[in-house]
């Protein structure tokens, strides 16, 4: 599998970490989800894509609390159809244990005015329940209410 531009071969997929393929934010007084994904994915015959959409995201931490989970959107160029899977991460990201109940708890007040970021590498293609077979698609990140820019991947053969 090839990719369009060739630094996301090294995207480190499944990490919240920031990476070669991660944007920047628009601005230092900008809120909400920037993305990038490779233009072009060459496929062997038989293989299934990886599709690499590195972003960073920086909402509102009530949003957070309150808004529709991390999920992954692509659409085929010539259709109406929408692919969604909701991005649930496992692992080192996840506490193994549960607060003790005397840890402080943040009530909606102490949040407000506060936001939350960071970056995130995710392969789309594992998220979504069907795969996405050669062809040119729309993808879209959300999080928190937040809508992320399109960007515009094709699948193809060599």
Known sequence: MEFIPDFFKKAPLGTFEESVCSPKAPSSTWSGIV???????L?????????????YYLVPAVAAMDG???AVHVR???SDSVYTGK?????ENEPEDPPPPEAP???????????????????????????????S?????????AVSN??????RMP
């Open 43 to 55: 496929l062997e015959p038989g293989e299934t894509p990886s599709v690499p959409i590195c972003g």
């Open 105 to 135: 708890r943040h009530s909606r007040e102490d949040l407000e005015g506060v936001s939350i970021g960071g970056h995130f590498n995710i392969d789309a293609q594992r998220y979504l329940r069907k795969r996405l077979d050669p062809g």
């Open 68 to 70: 529709p989970p991390f």
């Open 150 to 155: 399109k960007v515009l991947i094709e699948i």
């Open 87 to 91: 991005v649930i991460e496992e692992g």
């Open 35 to 41: 993305i990038q994904a490779p233009q072009r994915i």
């Open 137 to 145: 698609y729309e993808a879209t990140v959300t999080y928190a209410g």
């Open 76 to 78: 085929p160029v010539d």
